[in-house]
């Protein structure tokens, strides 16, 4: 909501654009014809045109977003236009030319339209205005285009590329009451306005360097990854506790707080579509009017995240116990690493897991966005209206899911399901985390997102280099050694016996792995403060710290038990070509 607002806001100030002037007096010229035939056909098509072509942009920013590696530099090279539009106004004045040129056209027509057609010469001069307007957006349509880049191009990109369009228009309808005086008002915030928009172009152009030479990932790789994760998981809490907004076509993004009792269930929107999937697996396409009568759970996830595997027991022992009873869940599974785009490796994933209720391949994010979901793991309870009743972010809080599954299935059937609740089997890198000795954070390996490295060479991106490990290391810190070829995404080892080193504080360890490029596996072996594991190794490697990298996928390396203590972790790779991508814990 208060990005909507800020839209609108932006909408109204945009006035004082240098580029709008021009268009002013063709606006002033009907401030004396009615309303109704005159000034309002001529707000809706200012405020219609404008929406559609910075709804085309946002959308073309959107697509490129989802092309990963190529979108992101797609979205750099759009930004840095912007900055240097900012800062040069003939280069601004450029790129503005065909808006103006098909603006001037349909200025032409409206006036030979004459008073015979008033609504539809109106109506064309406002698009002529909005055709004018769009380049001179600004900063406001900037942000917009970055959320847009972000999450996708969602109703809430669109609701605030409209209040921003209606801002635009609502100003307009105001200097076209006070005419003269105002002009003379615009023009002075205009000249005044002019060095502050340089500077803030110049902002963006340095900040489009910083990211496409790596300057941000290299200073983020020596940030201790644990405050990091601890700032973040504050934020999503604080955000899922007071985020309360309702949607009548979307669940919302808002955490409701646990009631003491399960009755009432708020209705927080209706179930969103489910036909953006790329394929399914398990199941034939299912469309939402297909779950009418039955409560569904939909759950996102993404098959190499930790937080995601440990749900998944309780969403199997869900429903085991009440799908006769009405129950359907459905994974959503949405990707987070370039080898999670695989169907093949999704499905041989959900083999592996046990998985065998309906699963939607989600690789264009369109579920996700349909949703407006923006964490793994995520699940949504709807009931048999197809209403949105409960959703929750992250790990947890299974016991009231279980019974608003309970209640909602009561509701549907006129009577409580079967006495007895759902049976957990858990094992393995699915058993629930030790939260309380939980010290150190996810670890990102690519520079992208990479914290913490402590190797002294620094991170050489995309490029084959030498890394040491430096004799000491600080607690959630980490390093190379050997040759590894640090990427955006993942690491790759460039000789036999490279290594990672991490000094950690938790339970356990996982570490996401893939083989080489070719596919051929990589033998690996573990310690821990330089001696083999014992009973401390994990579910995918032996006592004596063995294993191997078979497929892509998350590899359980070290389970201890208690007490729980910081200790130095080394894995080195017998084999070359393993490519790395990250460490969590549990």
């Given at each position: 909501?208060?990005?909507?607002?800020?839209?609108?806001?932006?909408?109204?100030?945009?006035?004082?654009?240098?580029?709008?002037?021009?268009?002013?007096?063709?606006?002033?010229?009907?401030?004396?014809?009615?309303?109704?035939?005159?000034?309002?056909?001529?707000?809706?098509?200012?405020?219609?045109?404008?929406?559609?072509?910075?709804?085309?942009?946002?959308?073309?920013?959107?697509?490129?977003?989802?092309?990963?590696?190529?979108?992101?530099?797609?979205?750099?090279?759009?930004?840095?236009?912007?900055g240097a539009s900012l800062v040069f106004p003939k280069l601004a004045a450029r790129f503005s030319g065909p808006f103006i040129r098909v603006g001037n056209r349909l200025l032409a027509l409206s006036n030979a339209g004459g008073g015979r057609h008033q609504v539809l010469s109106a109506l064309v001069l406002g698009a002529a205005t909005g055709m004018l307007w769009a380049p001179c957006a600004g900063p406001i349509l900037?942000?917009?285009?970055?959320?847009?880049?972000?999450?996708?191009?969602?109703?809430?990109?669109?609701?605030?590329?409209?209040?921003?369009?209606?801002?635009?228009?609502?100003?307009?309808?105001?200097?076209?009451?006070?005419?003269?005086?105002?002009?003379?008002?615009?023009?002075?915030?205009?000249?005044?306005?002019?060095?502050?928009?340089?500077?803030?172009?110049?902002?963006?152009?340095?900040?489009?360097?910083?990211?496409?030479?790596?300057?941000?990932?290299?200073?983020?790789?020596?940030?201790?990854?644990?405050?990091?994760?601890?700032?973040?998981?504050?934020?999503?809490?604080?955000?899922?506790?007071?985020?309360?907004?309702?949607?009548?076509?979307?669940?919302?993004?808002?955490?409701?707080?646990?009631?003491?009792?399960?009755?009432?269930?708020?209705?927080?929107?209706?179930?969103?579509?489910?036909?953006?999937?790329?394929?399914?697996?398990?199941?034939?396409?299912?469309?939402?009017?297909?779950?009418?009568?039955?409560?569904?759970?939909?759950?996102?996830?993404?098959?190499?995240?930790?937080?995601?595997?440990?749900?998944?027991?309780?969403?199997?022992?869900?429903?085991?116990?009440?799908?006769?009873?009405?129950?359907?869940?459905?994974?959503?599974?949405?990707?987070?690493?370039?080898?999670?785009?695989?169907?093949?490796?999704?499905?041989?994933?959900?083999?592996?897991?046990?998985?065998?209720?309906?699963?939607?391949?989600?690789?264009?994010?369109?579920?996700?966005?349909?949703?407006?979901?923006?964490?793994?793991?995520?699940?949504?309870?709807?009931?048999?209206?197809?209403?949105?009743?409960?959703?929750?972010?992250?790990?947890?809080?299974?016991?009231?899911?279980?019974?608003?599954?309970?209640?909602?299935?009561?509701?549907?059937?006129?009577?409580?399901?079967?006495?007895?609740?759902?049976?957990?089997?858990?094992?393995?890198?699915?058993?629930?985390?030790?939260?309380?000795?939980?010290?150190?954070?996810?670890?990102?390996?690519?520079?992208?997102?990479?914290?913490?490295?402590?190797?002294?060479?620094?991170?050489?991106?995309?490029?084959?280099?030498?890394?040491?490990?430096?004799?000491?290391?600080?607690?959630?810190?980490?390093?190379?050694?050997?040759?590894?070829?640090?990427?955006?995404?993942?690491?790759?080892?460039?000789?036999?016996?490279?290594?990672?080193?991490?000094q950690f504080h938790a339970r356990d360890l996982h570490l996401v792995l893939a083989p080489s490029s070719n596919g051929k596996p990589v033998r690996f072996r573990i310690s821990i403060d330089g001696k083999p594991p014992g009973a401390a190794h994990g579910s995918n490697t032996t006592a004596d710290g063995d294993g191997t990298v078979t497929s892509a996928r998350l590899y359980q390396l070290v389970r201890q038990s208690?007490?729980?203590?910081?200790?130095?972790?080394?894995?080195?790779?017998?084999?070359?070509?393993?490519?790395?991508?990250?460490?969590?814990?549990?």
């Amino acid at each position: 909501m208060l990005f909507v607002v800020i839209g609108f806001l932006g909408g109204v100030l945009t006035i004082a654009s240098p580029c709008i002037l021009p268009v002013v007096p063709f606006v002033f010229a009907r401030s004396d014809r009615p309303f109704f035939t005159s000034r309002l056909p001529l707000l809706i098509g200012l405020a219609c045109t404008f929406a559609l072509v910075t709804g085309i942009g946002i959308a073309g920013v959107s697509g490129a977003a989802q092309l990963d590696r190529y979108g992101r530099w797609v979205s750099l090279a759009l930004f840095a236009v912007f900055g240097a539009s900012l800062v040069f106004p003939k280069l601004a004045a450029r790129f503005s030319g065909p808006f103006i040129r098909v603006g001037n056209r349909l200025l032409a027509l409206s006036n030979a339209g004459g008073g015979r057609h008033q609504v539809l010469s109106a109506l064309v001069l406002g698009a002529a205005t909005g055709m004018l307007w769009a380049p001179c957006a600004g900063p406001i349509l900037g942000a917009i285009l970055a959320g847009a880049a972000l999450h996708g191009a969602s109703w809430r990109t669109a609701a605030a590329l409209c209040a921003y369009a209606a801002g635009a228009a609502t100003s307009l309808a105001v200097v076209s009451l006070v005419q003269g005086k105002v002009l003379k008002r615009m023009r002075h915030v205009a000249s005044v306005g002019e060095p502050v928009r340089r500077a803030m172009g110049v902002l963006v152009l340095a900040a489009v360097a910083a990211i496409a030479f790596g300057f941000d990932g290299v200073a983020l790789a020596h940030v201790p990854s644990a405050p990091t994760n601890g700032i973040e998981s504050r934020l999503v809490g604080w955000l899922a506790s007071n985020d309360t907004r309702r949607s009548g076509s979307a669940a919302p993004l808002a955490a409701r707080a646990e009631a003491p009792t399960p009755a009432p269930l708020p209705v927080e929107g209706r179930l969103p579509s489910l036909g953006g999937a790329d394929a399914w697996l398990n199941s034939p396409a299912i469309a939402s009017d297909d779950l009418r009568g039955k409560v569904v759970l939909v759950n996102f996830w993404t098959y190499s995240c930790i937080n995601c595997l440990r749900t998944l027991p309780y969403l199997k022992a869900w429903e085991n116990r009440y799908a006769r009873e009405g129950l359907v869940v459905i994974g959503v599974h949405t990707p987070e690493f370039g080898f999670e785009h695989e169907a093949s490796n999704v499905k041989r994933a959900a083999g592996d897991l046990g998985l065998h209720y309906p699963i939607a391949i989600d690789n264009g994010y369109r579920i996700w966005q349909a949703f407006g979901n923006q964490y793994w793991p995520a699940f949504y309870i709807a009931d048999a209206q197809g209403r949105v009743r409960y959703h929750h972010f992250g790990e947890g809080d299974y016991e009231t899911a279980e019974r608003l599954i309970r209640q909602l299935l009561a509701q549907a059937n006129g009577a409580e399901p079967a006495p007895g609740r759902a049976t957990l089997d858990a094992t393995g890198a699915l058993a629930a985390a030790d939260q309380a000795d939980i010290g150190s954070g996810e670890t990102y390996l690519g520079y992208r997102e990479g914290t913490g490295f402590a190797s002294p060479e620094g991170v050489k991106q995309d490029t084959l280099a030498a890394y040491s490990v430096p004799r000491e290391l600080a607690l959630d810190t980490w390093a190379f050694g050997g040759t590894w070829k640090i990427g955006a995404e993942a690491a790759v080892s460039g000789q036999a016996h490279a290594r990672i080193a991490y000094q950690f504080h938790a339970r356990d360890l996982h570490l996401v792995l893939a083989p080489s490029s070719n596919g051929k596996p990589v033998r690996f072996r573990i310690s821990i403060d330089g001696k083999p594991p014992g009973a401390a190794h994990g579910s995918n490697t032996t006592a004596d710290g063995d294993g191997t990298v078979t497929s892509a996928r998350l590899y359980q390396l070290v389970r201890q038990s208690a007490p729980v203590e910081t200790h130095t972790f080394t894995i080195e790779f017998i084999d070359p070509g393993v490519q790395a991508y990250t460490f969590t814990f549990g």
